[in-house]
């Protein structure tokens, strides 16, 4: 029964000797067979899960200042962004409105990621200009533009170039032979060129809080700054920073540094009977116009009292134009107010790891300033839960458990510390540490926290956040500097 498979039993061999040849054959047969079914039986095909070609375009919308004679100058840019490589960008037109003579046009350059791309295909009516682009692929992630502009004899004071694109025409990219446009908020409008005589030179103030508490006779910030170059880089030879007295003491022989990247760039000179401070730089100080220069002034000591600090005036040369460039209007830098005491906040080393059950929260550190007397009645924390229950809340002062009234109330879970009898501020440092104890903590649970201070003067300083004294007299966390700190997140 089993000869359908080509098995034989040995003695009907021997019966059938002539048999041999079809039993072989019978074999082989069994065998190709065989084969093919285990062959037939793996995969043949192996599925892949098609990703959809996407892209966004951006475009910058800042409004730039072009120096007649700039040799050459960036006036538009935009980022195309794609999320795989391989796409190619096959059009592209941008509409270009303002005053200026078409020839200009001709001198338009378009560059990706600083090399350049193309030119120029055709100027069309109503300034549409369009770009022989011919598939030009495109690596995933942030594509830059520029279009860099090589100023002639058409450039002319008063001209005027606005960037955009019209609609979604403008800009077509394909993928494996389909075409298709970018995501964007069509129409897409971007930057305003304007053709001056001269750069200018514009300040701008980085503080937030401009109102600073110091301690005298230390060293301490008391302006921070940005000046903006536009139109044509400038070489910076002087800048000076007025002052205003409001109180009876005076500056005398006070000394006042100017810093850039954290090092010394020019030394103060006092002028008490014009209220100034000249800074010389001992070689030009180069301000580029594409990004902006962050200057910090420091006072090395101040006496008691409260002093207004301005930025008043700038020397510098433009580069193009050949023009002395001034500040084009001051800027108030900061009222300081010196004091000869004072506490200073700043922050400990911050866990990051959350876990069920007590966890360090919050490390603050406190120190007297200019004052062995200096007081702490009140602090407050807003504390933020996601996907965790806050069972308790303890304060540890100095690595032992303080008793103190913590309250917990709002929806923003405030945290409040009340002490009957006020803490003691150190000179060489007060630790707080704010614990919390969690439960049912899951993957993406997170707590944060973060000191509450006080921008604003209010009427009733016992209404504030931060309430410290010395002696009999109360203050708010208001003009406290160092503040406000950065916050505290554990992540489970």
Do not use: C
Request: net charge negative; aromatic share 10%; no cysteine.
């Amino acid at each position: 029964m089993f000869e359908h498979l080509g098995y034989i039993p040995e003695t009907t061999l021997r019966k059938k000797s002539k048999s041999k040849v079809y039993v072989s054959f019978l074999m082989a047969a069994l065998a190709v067979f065989t084969f093919s079914f285990s062959i037939n039986r793996g995969p043949s095909l192996v599925a892949q899960e098609y990703v959809n070609p996407a892209a966004q375009i951006v475009a910058d919308d800042v409004q730039r200042n072009l120096a007649v004679d700039n040799p050459r100058f960036p006036v538009f840019s935009f980022i195309i962004k794609t999320n795989l490589p391989g796409i190619e960008l096959s059009n592209l037109k941008v509409k270009v409105n303002g005053v200026y003579d078409v020839n200009l046009l001709k001198d338009l350059k378009l560059y990706h990621q600083g090399v350049q791309l193309g030119t120029i295909s055709e100027v069309g009516t109503g300034g549409s200009l369009y770009f022989d682009i011919d598939g030009y692929q495109l690596p995933a992630g942030d594509n830059l533009f520029s279009f860099i502009l090589s100023t002639g004899q058409a450039t002319k004071v008063g001209n005027i170039l606005e960037f955009n694109f019209q609609d979604q025409s403008s800009v077509i990219l394909s993928y494996q032979g389909h075409p298709f446009t970018p995501n964007g908020q069509w129409p897409i409008v971007g930057s305003l060129t304007s053709v001056v005589e001269h750069g200018s030179i514009a300040a701008y103030n980085n503080i937030y809080n401009t109102e600073l508490l110091i301690v005298d006779s230390v060293p301490r910030l008391v302006g921070n700054f940005s000046l903006a170059n536009k139109g044509e880089i400038a070489d910076l030879y002087s800048l000076t920073v007025g002052y205003r007295e409001l109180s009876d003491n005076k500056l005398d022989n006070e000394k006042f540094v100017l810093l850039y990247n954290e090092q010394t760039v020019a030394k103060g000179s006092l002028d008490v009977k014009e209220n100034k401070i000249v800074f010389k730089f001992e070689k030009s100080f180069v301000i580029s116009n594409a990004s902006d220069s962050k200057f910090e002034l420091h006072a090395l000591s101040l006496p008691t009292g409260v002093f207004e600090f301005y930025l008043q005036d700038i020397s510098a040369l433009g580069f193009v134009s050949g023009k002395n460039l001034s500040l084009e209007d001051q800027l108030q830098l900061s009222y300081v107010d010196v004091v000869d005491y004072y506490p200073e906040f700043s922050l400990g080393e911050l866990e990051t790891k959350l876990s069920d059950g007590w966890n360090e929260l919050y490390d603050l550190n406190i120190q007297a300033r200019g004052s062995d007397d200096i007081k702490l009645h009140k602090l407050s924390w807003s504390l933020g839960s996601i996907g965790t229950s806050i069972e308790e809340v303890e304060l540890w002062i100095n690595n032992q458990q303080y008793m103190a009234d913590l309250t917990i109330s709002g929806e923003d879970l405030i945290v409040k510390t009340d002490w009957e009898d006020p803490l003691d501020v150190s000179r060489l440092g007060t630790n707080l540490k704010l614990l919390v104890k969690v439960s049912e903590s899951q993957p993406g649970s997170k707590l944060s926290v973060y000191l509450l201070t006080d921008e604003i003067k209010l009427s009733e300083v016992l209404d504030s956040n931060i309430l410290w004294s010395l002696g009999e007299q109360f203050y708010s966390g208001y003009k406290l500097p160092q503040l406000p700190l950065g916050p505290s997140v554990l992540s489970y």
